[in-house]
Antibody
Framework: EVQLVESGGGLVQPGGSLRLSCAAS????????MNWVRQAPGKGLEWVSY????????YYADSVKGRFTISRDNAKNSLYLQMNGLRAEDTAVYYC??????????????WGQGTLVTVSS | QSALTQPASVSGSPGQSITISCTGT?????????VSWYQQHPDKAPKLMIY???NRPSGVSNRFSGSKSGNTASLTISGLQAEDEADYFC??????????FGGGTKLTVL
């Protein structure tokens, strides 16, 4: 069974930093690209970033480019999101998600339960 | 990248069919097969219902179907059931190598 478990969320002041982690199990992690998707309270889904299976390809949404860094450690079956320069508008539940099929990164077939990031003073 | 356009809400009675539209541009929905639909119940993670415009993952009811015409994709749910009440989001790959979601549609089963 595919499982994705996020951690690392919490309350942080504006301008602060936070590192999210996503532990993957139940599939060959090194074979699939991964995404971070967020959802502000009561709002819709917003794609944040993508990383390919080998980390060779990385994309970011304009809203986080230059502030967030996605990475992965295939030996540890883990995905990360380093978030710097946090703003109030970054407050959201952050989901890690696995592409549905290898190469089809824009379609996410498996999602974690999410971790809440709150940016407030 | 602007969000794809979905109706804010739709409703239907049990047994009826409803269709949710998702309008983009030739740079996203109209230009690629990578259109998908997600169902989200309150306080739950999204669930993939349709991928590649019209394909259903195993385990998803055949009451759910997807299609696309030009820059507009559609999700149809036939034989509405109470458990279908949820938020539905479409998404598409874009020419800028990004992923864009629709604003979401709240489905109410009357």
């Amino acid at each position: 069974e595919v499982q994705l478990v996020e951690s690392g969320g919490g309350l942080v002041q504006p301008g602060g930093s936070l590192r999210l982690s996503c532990a993957a199990s139940g599939f060959t992690f090194s074979s699939y690209g991964m995404n971070w998707v967020r959802q502000a309270p009561g709002k819709g889904l917003e794609w944040v970033s993508y990383i390919s299976s080998s980390s060779s390809t990385i994309y970011y949404a304009d809203s986080v480019k230059g502030r967030f860094t996605i990475s992965r450690d295939n030996a540890k079956n883990s995905l990360y999101l380093q978030m710097n320069g946090l703003r109030a508008e970054d407050t959201a539940v952050y989901y890690c998600a696995r592409e549905w099929y290898s190469g089809g990164w824009a379609q996410n077939g498996y999602w974690g339960q999410g971790t809440l990031v709150t940016v407030s003073s | 990248q602007s969000a794809l356009t979905q109706p804010a809400s739709v409703s239907g009675s049990p047994g009826q069919s409803i269709t949710i539209s998702c309008t983009g541009t030739s740079s996203d929905v109209g230009g690629y097969k990578y259109v998908s639909w997600y169902q989200q119940h309150p306080d739950k993670a999204p669930k993939l219902m349709i991928y590649d415009v019209s394909n259903r993952p195993s385990g998803v009811s055949n009451r759910f179907s997807g299609s696309k015409s030009g820059n507009t994709a559609s999700l149809t749910i036939s034989g509405l059931q109470a458990e279908d009440e949820a938020d539905y989001f479409c998404s598409s790959y874009t020419s800028s190598s990004t992923l864009v979601f629709g604003g979401g549609t709240k489905l109410t089963v009357l």
